[in-house]
């Protein structure tokens, strides 16, 4: 792997020991999941989503960069020629609007279901914002919703924060704003999650931690020993934050004092294994989906009985 070959040794050694361990989670492929017409792809894909109905929404780049399935993988909606100049995040809000990260154009986009564009945050012209700009970002990343409609924006490879909107997207206020290693300090913030005590999980994906805030913004702690987050999943119903690591191809499952419940994953082309593990959502029955870069697909898991 790339991460491991621009390290030493050793270092590689050390990153590698200090991984948590946890038992395997019992749960497995369902193939072929996806079920595209002829012709059609899923370009590298970076972002999933499901909705109150278990419907499956994936954001890639390819010719129709959104797509609609229900839960058996029938393919429900494209939207092609819409404007996405390269795809990241993507969440369903509340309301059942549809919400996207656009990482190279520097915004993030509001739509109906019927995909018609009800709003749009960013500087005209796709160009960037700064670390104090309050309605603009600079390669940003993921998106969470609370329950009242306000939002959170990870805002992300350049910049180094997460931007809390209301839901008529106004700025609001922001956690961090400067690169570093401190507590409250990013390197690539990647992904956001929200619990259901409104507590703030950053995936700070270069630092390989997450680092966890109150609601009002204050550092409470971070999780060090589970890889680099690259994706983040929260599941009310278990408790549990879901966690993808892009460069160890893996899932890892931890209750919300970071204590892992289970693993999931290798490096592999085959179904079933992973090529940069992006992002991943978790549907009302706990079925997981994972979205793949370097793979070009998304892939379906459920729990073994």
Same mark, same amino acid.
């Given at each position: 792997m790339?991460?491991?070959?621009?390290?030493?040794?050793?270092?590689?050694?050390?990153?590698?020991?200090?991984?948590a361990g946890g038992p395997p989670l019992p749960i497995k492929l369902i193939s072929e999941w996806a079920k595209l017409p002829k012709g059609m792809y899923i370009g590298e894909c970076s972002g999933v989503a499901t909705d109150k109905d278990d419907n499956v929404w994936v954001?890639?780049?390819?010719?129709?960069?959104?797509?609609?399935?229900?839960?058996?993988?029938?393919?429900?909606?494209?939207?092609?020629?819409?404007?996405?100049?390269? *795809?990241h995040g993507i969440k369903i809000d509340p309301d059942g609007n549809v919400w996207t990260v656009d990482v190279a154009a520097h915004s993030v986009k509001k739509w109906s279901r019927e995909g018609k564009m009800l709003?749009?945050?960013?500087?005209?012209?796709?160009?960037?914002?700064?670390?104090?700009?309050?309605?603009?970002?600079?390669?940003p990343t993921g998106i969470?919703?609370?329950?009242?409609?306000?939002?959170?924006?990870?805002?992300?490879?350049?910049?180094?924060?997460?931007?809390?909107f209301?839901?008529?997207?106004?700025?609001?206020?922001?956690i961090g704003g400067k690169k570093g290693t401190a507590d409250g300090e990013f390197d690539t913030v990647h992904d956001v999650a929200l619990d259901s005590k409104g507590r703030i999980y950053l995936a700070d994906r270069e630092n390989r931690r997450v680092q966890i805030f109150s609601p009002?913004?204050?550092?409470?702690?971070k999780w060090t020993n589970l890889g680099s987050p690259w994706g983040l999943a929260y599941n009310a119903k278990e408790s549990a934050l879901y966690i993808c690591d892009g460069y160890e191809n893996r899932i890892v499952k931890v209750n919300l004092e970071g204590q892992v419940l289970g693993t999931y994953g290798k490096y592999g082309k085959i179904p079933g294994r992973f090529d940069f593990v992006h992002h991943m959502a978790?549907? *009302?029955?706990?079925?997981?989906?994972?979205?793949?870069?370097k793979n070009w697909r998304v892939q379906k898991f459920a729990w073994q009985n």
């Open positions: 790339k991460r491991i070959l621009l390290l030493g040794c050793g270092a590689a050694a050390m990153m590698f020991a200090q991984l954001f890639n780049r390819g010719k129709a960069p959104i797509l609609k399935f229900d839960k058996t993988g029938k393919l429900l909606d494209a939207w092609e020629n819409v404007p996405v100049t390269s *795809s709003m749009q945050i960013g500087n005209a012209g796709g160009q960037p914002g700064n670390n104090q700009s309050k309605d603009a970002f600079n390669r969470a919703f609370e329950p009242n409609g306000d939002f959170w924006v990870s805002d992300g490879y350049v910049n180094s924060r997460a931007v809390k209301n839901k008529d997207g106004e700025y609001m206020m922001q009002d913004g204050k550092f409470l702690t978790v549907d *009302s029955t706990g079925a997981i989906y994972a979205a793949e870069i």
